[in-house]
């Protein structure tokens, strides 16, 4: 079973992940992980729900590419997050799990 994390806020969540040498941003690389969705493994989620605002539910996932760059994807829910992306990278962290 994989490590669980609790964080007040999603900067501290990535504070931490950063700590932990995640330090690329795939957000900026969706259109790659939608491509090659198998060059990336999820090795750490972090769900983070706004007390009052929907616009700050948003998850973190702690990512290592095939290549060994390690970094984050912050996905949101609102209109103007990578859905398609963050589909991916849930269906990946949960196939993992079953390993």
Do not use: C, W
């Not at 929907?54 to 103007?80: L, M, T, W």
């Amino acid at each position: 079973m994989k490590p669980t994390y609790h964080y007040t806020t999603v900067l501290e969540a990535l504070e931490d992940l950063k700590e932990k040498g995640f330090d690329h941003d795939f957000n900026l690389h969706t259109e790659a992980i939608k491509a090659n969705p198998n060059d990336y493994a999820v090795h750490h989620v972090y769900r983070y729900e706004g007390d009052s605002d929907p616009d700050e539910e948003s998850v973190v996932y702690g990512i290592i590419s095939i290549s060994g760059k390690k970094g984050v994807f912050v996905s949101g829910f609102s209109a103007n997050s990578d859905y398609e992306a963050s589909q991916i990278l849930e269906k990946l962290y949960i196939e993992s799990n079953k390993q």
